[in-house]
């Protein structure tokens, strides 16, 4: 949109605000510990961690869907 000169900067506010910066938290605060309990979970099936495992991915998820939530009004308008 920048590159383009679509929109304005109240509108690069709200994307950095709704969607850009939920993304890097995403990304920092969900999804590389994640990561890094799936790899360290390995082969056994220790069952709190399982549970852990599968409780971040369900905030993940509901995460994702808030963001793409935030994402579909931008489409509308990428297309104006």
Do not use: C
């Not at 950095?16 to 099936?45: C, F, T, V, Y």
């Not at 709190?48 to 495992?53: E, M, N, Q, T």
């Amino acid at each position: 949109m920048k590159l383009n000169a679509l929109g304005s900067p109240e509108a690069y506010d709200l994307m950095d605000r709704n969607i850009l910066d939920p993304l890097k938290h995403l990304q920092s605060d969900l999804m590389n510990p994640q990561r890094a309990a799936l790899e360290a979970l390995g082969k056994s099936q220790d069952a709190p961690k399982l549970s852990d495992v599968t409780a971040r991915q369900d905030e993940i998820l509901a995460k994702m869907r808030a963001i793409l939530k935030q994402m579909a009004q931008w489409d509308s308008f990428v297309d104006v």
